[in-house]
């Protein structure tokens, strides 16, 4: 048995005004979230006179025959392309050791050479991993070796060591140090950070 209705023509009025106030909803949505085009976006700020581009925030990963050896967070960069460097600023680096661990490097300041993948990071230099912190203002990185290298003076501190040099090289690869010029240690038993 078929349902009669008694006023079709009540039910389309009904819907079509649902429609109507549905659709208006969604527009009255649309008008509200989106942006002004009167408001300038906020454009990262470029210190760089020749840069081509400026980005606001990056994220980068380095990998090698499918292993993840790194991954670069930046607030900013600026691509100077008569140099193919990136100028990077509040930068954060993990490096990943073959024995599972993570290194991580933090600095105001770094390059990337992005045909080579090579690092330079200045101003407040801090490498971490879960058994020392290294500091220094200068610091490198050669990406085709692994290794990370000061030749500014360095300071490393442990659990119950200090450690300062005048330089120092460390291969990611072996994970082992190598400390150059005027090198001073501080053992203590009840030394802390």
């Not at 078929?2 to 079709?8: D, F, H």
């Not at 990136?86 to 290194?103: G, H, K, Y």
């Amino acid at each position: 048995m078929k349902a009669q209705y008694k006023n079709p023509r009540k039910i389309k009025i009904l819907l079509l005004a649902t429609i109507l106030v549905t659709l208006g909803g969604v527009i009255g949505i649309y008008i509200g979230f989106r942006q002004d085009p009167k408001v300038p976006q906020p454009v990262p700020e470029s210190v760089e006179p020749d840069a081509t581009l400026s980005i606001g925030k990056i994220n980068q990963t380095a990998t090698r025959k499918g292993k993840k050896e790194w991954i670069l967070e930046a607030s900013s960069g600026h691509y100077i392309a008569k140099t193919d460097e990136m100028v990077l600023r509040d930068l954060t680096v993990i490096f990943f050791l073959e024995d599972n661990s993570e290194v991580t490097l933090a600095a105001d300041r770094g390059i990337l050479k992005t045909g080579s993948s090579d690092i330079t990071v200045s101003g407040n230099v801090v490498v971490n991993n879960k058994d020392y912190k290294l500091l220094t203002e200068k610091l490198n990185y050669a990406h085709e070796q692994r290794v990370l290298y000061s030749s500014a003076p360095v300071r490393i501190t442990g659990a119950s060591t200090q450690l300062v040099a005048d330089s120092l090289s460390f291969d990611l690869n072996s994970n082992k140090i190598t400390m150059e010029g005027r090198v001073e240690a501080i053992i203590a038993k009840d030394f802390k950070l």
